[in-house]
Nanobody, 129 residues
């Protein structure tokens, strides 16, 4: 079964860090742009970041300067490094993958339902003292 698996969430104090992982199962992620989304209780799912290449990536204003996205093709895994976490970052985080487009941006304006593959239940991130 082709799918993504998210991991790395947990409970952290404000100002702390976590690194989320998104691993492909049956999918070779280096051919895909990876998007990260999050959904807090009672709120709609929102885009956090998307990475296709060094020249095609997005980061929401709410996490810019604190979160970075990267990938390790040898491990078939993408990462979301989250630093200086705030209570408002508390949410379930999800990853998704879309095949990289031959022309144009694979990330700009891409919404949750416009990806090819999705993770499972996500990974919970709780920021609290």
């Amino acid at each position: 079964q082709l799918r993504l698996v998210e991991s790395g969430g947990g409970l952290v104090q404000p100002g702390g860090s976590l690194r989320l992982s998104c691993t492909g199962s049956g999918i070779t992620l280096d051919r895909y742009a990876i998007g990260w989304f999050r959904q807090a209780p009672g709120k709609e799912r929102e885009g956090v970041s998307c990475y296709s290449s060094s020249t095609d990536s997005t980061m929401s204003d709410s996490v810019k300067g604190r979160f970075t996205i990267s990938r390790d093709n040898a491990k078939n895994t993408a990462y979301l490094q989250m630093n200086n976490l705030k209570p408002e970052d508390t949410a379930v985080y999800y990853c998704a993958a879309v095949i990289v487009l031959p022309v144009g941006s694979s990330c700009q304006g891409r919404r949750w339902n416009e990806y090819d593959y999705y993770g499972g239940q996500g990974t919970q991130v709780t920021v609290s003292s």
